[in-house]
């Protein structure tokens, strides 16, 4: 990458050494803390260098809300990171969560999001099938009566199971080898994605990828996921029916037909397998974390959850599970559920954006090609906006009169 001489226009950040840039600064074990740190002294915008990338880290409800809502288009594109191409992701094959324009994103985008809003996958919406998973984790919990366990594994294979639904059509039984399999690789993945964050940004370059280091067991721990859902891909294709779409796969595959003879559409295998990565891994841990957040808060606030509990009843009894239409009759449940999430705060970046030309914030310009990474928890936790920011407060989503307030600094999600 050409590096062009700093403008009294970027914005502020420490000085970069020479090749490792300002890596050092970050917390490998918690990057978070540095950036906040790095917050605290520069302001909510302010510039990085990570190896050779130049990355400029937004945060604060005002800045972040300014910046995207006025400038989307600027921020829809995602940089090429290196270490993606070690894990078989490359022209018109670069998944969901970090695909490039150019690579597909937006026809690979419309395709989930039209799949999770219109498919009624066999004969199950899938809020049917959540509703049902939840029967089933709450038979788990029955069957322990009432002894100390640890929930998280339970979650995991809870939220595992529907986002299973989603992709393979079918929920599997806890103690289900596969699926076991399935979840200890997805888990081990993460890890290790987390475990060495800050220099993943830039492994992969030519030179970083010359040294043995975390990124060979990253790529081993892929093709392991990989291995296992090949076999399922290659289930479905001698099971489908074309007029009867099951799950993502089937429609997926119905997609690959469509594309035969374009040899610049992202619906071919590699991507498939890529997709079912993403979809699972980016589901799995954000939603499992945020319903064991959920239950220790319910702990920790016997009072919230007895007004929660007190509310269900009133409203829908013990005989039939709520449904997303219920929400309405229900403000303080829907109050607790969104401060668990925005007090959970269990995703602390979105993911990488990319600008394609020398982009205006307020009074900075932040170069063309630099790396956009927006921090989420300076948002959920902004002291300027939320009355208790550092508290479990459900009053944050209620109006005087008790009515449930949507608060447009709610972006565990980002924006988009
Ligand atoms: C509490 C749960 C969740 C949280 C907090 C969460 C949060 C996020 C955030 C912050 C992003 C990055 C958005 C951006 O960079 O613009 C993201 C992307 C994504 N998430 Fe989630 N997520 C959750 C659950 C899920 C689930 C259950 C699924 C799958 C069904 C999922 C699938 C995805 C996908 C595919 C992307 C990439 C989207 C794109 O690049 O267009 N997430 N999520």
Redesign the pocket.
């Known amino acids: 990458m050409k590096r062009r001489k700093r403008s009294s226009r970027w914005p502020p950040g420490p000085t970069p050494l020479p090749l490792l840039g300002n890596l050092l600064l970050l917390d490998i074990k918690n990057p978070h803390k540095s950036v906040q740190d790095l917050e605290k002294k520069f302001g909510p915008v302010f510039f990085l260098q990570i190896g050779w990338r130049n990355m400029v880290i937004l945060s604060g409800f005002k800045m972040i809300k300014e910046t995207l809502g006025q400038k989307p288009e600027e921020f829809i594109d995602r940089p090429s990171i290196p270490l993606m191409k070690l894990l078989k992701r490359g022209k018109n094959c670069e998944g969901?969560?970090f695909a490039q324009c150019s690579n597909g994103w937006k026809e690979q985008?419309r395709f989930?999001v039209s799949l999770l809003k219109n498919f009624t996958m066999g004969k199950k919406t899938l809020e049917e099938r959540v509703s049902g998973e939840a029967g089933y984790l709450c038979s788990e919990f029955k069957s322990k009566e009432g002894s100390p366990f640890d929930p998280q594994n339970l979650l995991c294979r809870a939220v595992g199971n529907i986002?299973c639904s989603?992709a393979f059509g079918d929920r599997f039984e806890y103690s289900d080898n596969t699926f076991l399999k399935l979840m200890h690789v997805i888990e081990e993945f993460l890890k290790e994605v987390t475990r060495n964050l800050p220099q993943f940004i830039d492994t992969g370059s030519w030179w970083l990828s010359l040294f043995s280091g975390p990124h060979h067991k990253l790529q081993k721990q892929y093709g392991n996921i990989s291995i296992i859902l090949k076999e399922m891909v290659n289930e479905h294709k001698k099971t489908r029916d074309p007029t009867f779409p099951r799950d993502l796969i089937d429609a997926f595959l119905d997609e690959m037909d469509k594309a035969k003879g374009k040899p610049d559409s992202s619906f071919n295998e590699q991507n498939l397998i890529n997709i079912l990565i993403?979809?699972t891994v980016?589901?799995t841990e954000?939603?499992s974390s945020?319903l064991l957040w959920g239950l220790l808060s319910m702990v920790n606030h016997p009072e919230v959850q007895k007004r929660v509990q007190e509310e269900i009843d009133e409203q829908i009894g013990r005989v039939r599970s709520p449904m997303i239409e219920d929400q309405l009759k229900l403000p303080y449940t829907c109050a607790v559920i969104h401060e668990i999430?925005r007090y959970a705060d269990?995703?602390p970046f979105?993911?990488p954006y990319m600008v394609h030309r020398d982009t205006e914030i307020g009074k900075f310009v932040i170069p063309k090609e630099t790396v956009v990474l927006l921090h989420?928890s300076s948002v959920l936790k902004d002291e300027t906006v939320w009355e208790k920011p550092h508290e479990f407060y459900p009053e944050h989503f209620l109006d005087a009169d008790g009515h449930f307030v949507k608060r447009e600094a709610f972006l565990?999600?980002?924006l988009?």
Do not use: H, K, M, W
Request: glycine share 14%; net charge neutral; hydrophobic share 50%.
């Open positions: 969901i969560g985008r989930f986002l989603l993403d979809v980016a589901g954000t939603s945020t999430q269990v995703l979105a993911n989420l565990p999600f980002s988009g």
